[in-house]
């Protein structure tokens, strides 16, 4: 599976963003998705992830009710919705596909593909 993540860019505080993440695979479908983002100097953080049956949705508590993960099957494509964005959101994100017919996958070390990142910059 292939994935490229866009939609990156510089918005100022209060603003919003849409990734998207498109996957080449047609077994898109098979995986939990999730994002990740980096910030210069600090690990990897999990962001959100989408169960494989699109039903399961999870965030982390610094994003939870401002960000929503979502996907198109017939797209092979995953989506993160960013509002209300704050300048401790800017980052490189990352989308992964990962877990194969499973929920609940938020560890970096349980996703098996990575898209390239894209960068959002929140100006305050």
């Known amino acids: 599976v292939q994935l490229q993540a866009s939609g990156g860019g510089l918005v100022q505080a209060g603003g919003s963003l849409r990734l998207s993440c498109a996957a080449s695979?047609?077994?898109?479908?098979?995986?939990?998705m999730g994002w990740f983002r980096q910030a210069p100097g600090k690990e990897r953080e999990f962001v959100a992830a989408?169960?494989?049956?699109?039903?399961?949705?999870y965030y982390s508590d610094s994003v939870k009710g401002r960000f929503t993960i979502s996907r198109d099957n017939a797209k092979n494509t995953v989506y993160l919705q960013m509002n209300s964005l704050k300048p401790e959101d800017t980052a490189a994100y990352y989308c992964?596909?990962?877990?194969?017919?499973?929920?609940?996958?938020?560890?970096?070390?349980?996703?098996?593909?990575w898209g390239q990142g894209t960068q959002v910059t929140v100006s305050s």
């Open positions: 992964a596909a990962g877990g194969a017919y499973r929920d609940y996958v938020l560890l970096p070390n349980e996703y098996g593909y």
């Open positions: 695979a047609t077994t898109f479908n098979h995986y939990n």
């Open positions: 989408l169960g494989w049956s699109g039903i399961r949705k």
